[in-house]
């Protein structure tokens, strides 16, 4: 389906993204679109006959290289612009890493991929602006149910 198709959709997008923490360091990747760099948690659509546990791992080895094992669903959200061209529902799983040596993927959006000191993560430009979020799920040790956050039309684009 080309870029353009995909956004005519009259459906919303399921996309997963991951929350890996080691050490006290949340791993993140860079993007660079239309000019912006901002940085994102690793993640992206679930295909069709996939489930969502098996888009989490595929996305993190695409974006990183490494393997995981999906832990806990800890979030959802929307992404409704105000024109509501689009609708993308956004599943967050914290992993823990299994294997593998951290590497930048292929796509040609990504020009980075590191981890940070979790008490960094405010200071970043991180898209959506959740890090208030991931900062107290993760002080509270992602205890609890999975939380709705709502319409998280905050991504300045």
Do not use: C
Request: a negative charge.
């Amino acid at each position: 389906m080309s870029e353009p198709e995909k956004r005519n959709m009259k459906y919303p997008r399921i996309r997963v993204s991951v929350i890996v923490i080691q050490e006290g360091k949340i791993l993140l990747v860079q993007h660079e679109k239309q000019g912006k760099t901002y940085w994102v948690l690793p993640g992206g659509g679930v295909d069709f006959g996939e489930t969502l546990e098996e888009a989490v791992v595929r996305e993190l080895k695409e974006e990183t290289n490494l393997d995981i094992t999906v832990e806990k669903l800890v979030f959802v959200d929307d992404f409704i612009p105000e024109d509501r061209h689009r609708h993308v529902v956004d599943l967050y799983f914290t992993a823990k890493v299994v294997s593998g040596e951290l590497k930048l993927g292929a796509d040609s959006i990504m020009r980075e991929v590191r981890y940070f000191p979790i008490e960094e993560l405010a200071e970043l430009t991180l898209y959506p602006k959740i890090a208030d979020r991931i900062v107290e799920a993760y002080q509270q040790g992602f205890a609890g149910s999975a939380l709705y956050l709502g319409n998280v039309n905050d991504w300045g684009r």
